[in-house]
């Protein structure tokens, strides 16, 4: 079936402008002209749109998004299975948020007692430190801290006085480029394929070479937001019962998906705890 400009338009809430410049530059080109004059979309150009839109989603600008479109079925499966695992996992990061939400909530209402750390569970700051007990050695560090600030600051407005100012986003949630996603998918994929080779060669969740590997996992999503081992344990549940996960990883190899929780829940209570 095929859809005019303004149909497509009305489904997806891209503008008319917006369809227009995506042809000018080459990423998404209309199926054929009608009698009527009018240009008209088909399911395949439905389906490179929902394409843009998702790296859109994920930051990328339009200039960027052209080298990531695909046309192949398979290949355009990869894409969107990195861009579910991506959405998943900043869901179960707001569900970290919402946690830590809903103990304050009770413990303002003097329900429960609250650890002072436990104010800031779920955040992706990762400035955070642990509390200096010596006050003369804080106060020394926070002057020295101050201090340095201070000349940093004075170098940038010396040497940098025209650019542009930077980003008030924490580093884990800045925009990526197309160079940080496709690195990101390579690095993932690379995961799962070591992880597959540990199942056919015999290891445990549990062997060094194996947690290694899960090592690797957890700084990987460490780049998007560094979770508490109550939020890693969670994932690792997901993998196994999200019916989307469970594809992905039985892709590589049945026994994937356990494998890999039962190796995350190890590195969960080992480094996390």
Not at 136 to 161: F, I, L, P, R, V
Not at 175 to 185: A, H, N, R, T, V
């Amino acid at each position: 079936m095929a859809y005019s400009m303004e149909d497509v338009s009305g489904m997806s809430g891209v503008s008319l402008s917006e369809l227009g410049q995506y042809a000018e530059k080459g990423l998404l080109n209309p199926s054929f002209v009608g009698q009527d004059e009018d240009v008209y979309y088909e399911k395949r150009e439905l389906l490179r749109l929902q394409q843009i839109l998702f790296c859109k989603e994920v930051g990328m600008e339009v200039e960027e998004i052209g080298p990531m479109l695909r046309d192949a079925p398979r290949d355009m499966i990869r894409i969107m299975q990195q861009h579910r695992i991506e959405m998943l996992e900043k869901a179960l990061h707001l569900h970290g948020l919402i946690q830590t939400l809903d103990k304050t909530i009770s413990h303002l209402r003097g329900e429960q007692d609250m650890d002072e750390h436990e104010l800031y569970a779920g955040f992706s700051n990762k400035g955070r430190h642990p509390l200096l007990m010596n006050k003369t050695t804080s106060d020394h560090a926070a002057k020295n801290d101050y201090s340095e600030q201070m000349q940093t600051t004075e170098t940038n407005q010396k040497y940098n006085a025209n650019a542009p100012e930077p980003s008030t986003l924490p580093e884990a949630q800045e925009m990526k480029s197309k160079e940080d996603f496709l690195d990101s998918q390579a690095k993932i994929d690379r995961i799962h394929l070591d992880l597959q080779g540990a199942i056919e060669n015999g290891l445990t969740p549990d062997s060094s070479e194996v947690q290694q590997i899960i090592g690797r996992h957890l700084e990987w999503i460490k780049g998007y937001y560094t979770p508490t081992a109550e939020i890693y344990r969670d994932l690792a549940n997901l993998y196994v019962e999200h019916k989307n996960f469970r594809q992905m990883y039985d892709g590589y190899h049945p026994k994937l998906a356990e494998f890999l929780r039962d190796g995350m829940m190890i590195k969960a209570e080992q480094d996390l705890s």
